[in-house]
């Protein structure tokens, strides 16, 4: 997969947020603006860009990475016995 590259308009972004955890970098924050700015209309933030990381983490954290897990999660389908 090719590598989103951060537009000028990301560069000046501070390093990190107060608050933020050591995994999110100032590349980190400049490629999630860089991806997710042509889907709003505003101008995507440093704070707006740990907000978006931090979201998407929990979701992957509630999805599970488990194999166990996944086993439940597909189980058998309609009409069919386990």
């Not at 995994?23 to 490629?31: S, V």
């Not at 929990?58 to 009409?79: H, I, K, S, Y």
């Amino acid at each position: 997969m090719p590598r989103i590259r951060p537009s000028s308009t990301t560069a000046a972004l501070p390093e990190r947020p107060a608050g933020a955890p050591d995994w999110i970098t100032a590349e980190l924050l400049a490629d999630t603006v860089a991806a997710w700015q042509p889907h709003y209309p505003q101008s995507l933030t440093a704070d707006d860009a740990l907000e978006i990381l931090l979201t998407v983490g929990r979701l992957f954290e509630a999805l599970g990475d488990d194999e166990d897990e996944e086993n439940e999660v597909l189980g058998a389908g309609a009409g069919q016995q386990p």
